[in-house]
């Protein structure tokens, strides 16, 4: 199995408009990402913003965790956010995998838009599998990573679709849904008999 990491990225994202901004960090994303991320095995997350100014209450909620009450009361909290780090920038979070792994991971970014060249959850789990080349999965916050950055992907998964036209999940719900796609037990390709 290629070693996963993960990115929540606050920045280059869009907004409603289409504009290139940064956007805030919140606590539920770092939480219950750290969670979902932890739970699929992925070796590391990174919480991905250039305002230093949010450093301080990333690492409060962190440290509440990781070491505060929250630890007393829940380590098995402390356990998923242990896996957490800042980054100031993908190509930050980029150069840390390389660190660890040894080369650099591929990039795998999520949309929830339509697009020429997707690929499937299906193809993309297959690849998790054969393929020893670590993998930084982008997250992005906002209305989606910009297009600058999905130019910069390896690979852009499919767009998470219900039986409805709306389409709008919060990036925790949309990172829990890709995590499992792509390597929860249930999801992994068969081998054919």
Request: hydrophobic letters at 35%; charged letters at 25%; glycine letters at 8%.
């Given at each position: 199995m290629s070693p996963v990491y993960c990115?929540?990225?606050h920045h280059p994202v869009v907004d409603r408009g289409g504009?290139?901004?940064?956007?805030s960090?919140?606590?539920l994303d770092v939480h219950d990402i750290a969670r979902?991320?932890?739970t699929y095995g992925l070796r590391g997350y990174f919480v991905?913003?250039?305002i230093e100014a949010q450093y301080p209450v990333v690492q409060r909620i962190l440290d509440h965790w990781r070491e505060g009450s929250g630890k007393n009361r829940f380590p098995e909290r402390a356990e998923a956010l242990s896996i957490v780090e800042i980054s100031s920038s993908v190509d930050d979070a980029i150069t840390r995998v390389e660190a660890r792994e040894g080369q650099p991971p591929r990039l795998v970014a999520t949309?929830?838009?339509s697009g020429v060249g997707r690929t499937s959850y299906e193809l993309e789990a297959?690849?998790?599998i054969r393929e020893p080349q670590p993998t930084l999965l982008l997250f992005g916050t906002g209305h989606g990573l910009s297009e600058s950055l999905l130019r910069r992907a390896d690979t852009v998964l499919e767009p998470i679709q219900g039986p409805t036209d709306y389409n709008h999940l919060s990036v925790r719900a949309a990172a829990a849904i890709t995590l499992d796609r792509l390597l929860g037990r249930n999801s992994r390709p068969k081998d054919p008999i």
């Amino acid at each position: 199995m290629s070693p996963v990491y993960c990115a929540l990225v606050h920045h280059p994202v869009v907004d409603r408009g289409g504009e290139e901004v940064s956007t805030s960090v919140t606590n539920l994303d770092v939480h219950d990402i750290a969670r979902s991320a932890r739970t699929y095995g992925l070796r590391g997350y990174f919480v991905v913003s250039p305002i230093e100014a949010q450093y301080p209450v990333v690492q409060r909620i962190l440290d509440h965790w990781r070491e505060g009450s929250g630890k007393n009361r829940f380590p098995e909290r402390a356990e998923a956010l242990s896996i957490v780090e800042i980054s100031s920038s993908v190509d930050d979070a980029i150069t840390r995998v390389e660190a660890r792994e040894g080369q650099p991971p591929r990039l795998v970014a999520t949309s929830a838009q339509s697009g020429v060249g997707r690929t499937s959850y299906e193809l993309e789990a297959a690849r998790l599998i054969r393929e020893p080349q670590p993998t930084l999965l982008l997250f992005g916050t906002g209305h989606g990573l910009s297009e600058s950055l999905l130019r910069r992907a390896d690979t852009v998964l499919e767009p998470i679709q219900g039986p409805t036209d709306y389409n709008h999940l919060s990036v925790r719900a949309a990172a829990a849904i890709t995590l499992d796609r792509l390597l929860g037990r249930n999801s992994r390709p068969k081998d054919p008999i």
